[in-house]
């Protein structure tokens, strides 16, 4: 299957940042939209932000709206996540996800493939 790689993931205090990353294998990704969601231990796994193709719109969940930014490298076929001002209710796993459609999706059935997830932990 297609495997999506994540890094950037980590332990940080709140307040801090983190900027997490997801590569696709080759370039055939390299447009496609993105999805980020989350997944906190007992939760289901929510909606983060996401980007579309072919327009790069965006949108953000409330709880990360003027905090988080979504950015695509077309070149380097890498999606980012860029948290700021961190704080202890986004600690959980975050995972990517590729869309292979056109237009923004916020539900994981939007997504076609999807990485393996990378732990963001944030003490008070």
């Known amino acids: 299957q297609v495997q999506l790689v994540e890094s950037g993931g980590g332990t940080v205090q709140a307040g801090g940042s983190l900027r997490l990353s997801c590569v696709a294998p080759?370039?055939?990704?390299?447009?496609?939209?993105r999805g980020w969601f989350r997944q906190a231990p007992g939760k289901e796994r929510e909606f983060v932000a996401a980007?579309?193709?072919?327009?790069?719109?965006?949108d953000y969940a409330d709880s990360v709206k003027g905090r988080f930014t979504i950015s695509r490298d077309n070149a380097k076929n890498t999606a980012y996540l860029q948290m700021n001002s961190l704080k202890p209710e986004d600690t959980a796993v975050y995972y990517c996800?590729?869309?292979?459609?056109?237009?923004?999706?916020?539900?994981?059935?939007?997504?076609?493939?999807w990485g393996q997830g990378t732990q963001v932990t944030v003490s008070s």
């Open positions: 980007i579309s193709w072919p327009d790069s719109t965006t």
């Open positions: 080759g370039r055939s990704f390299s447009n496609y939209g």
């Open positions: 996800a590729v869309r292979r459609r056109i237009g923004l999706a916020l539900t994981t059935r939007g997504y076609d493939y």
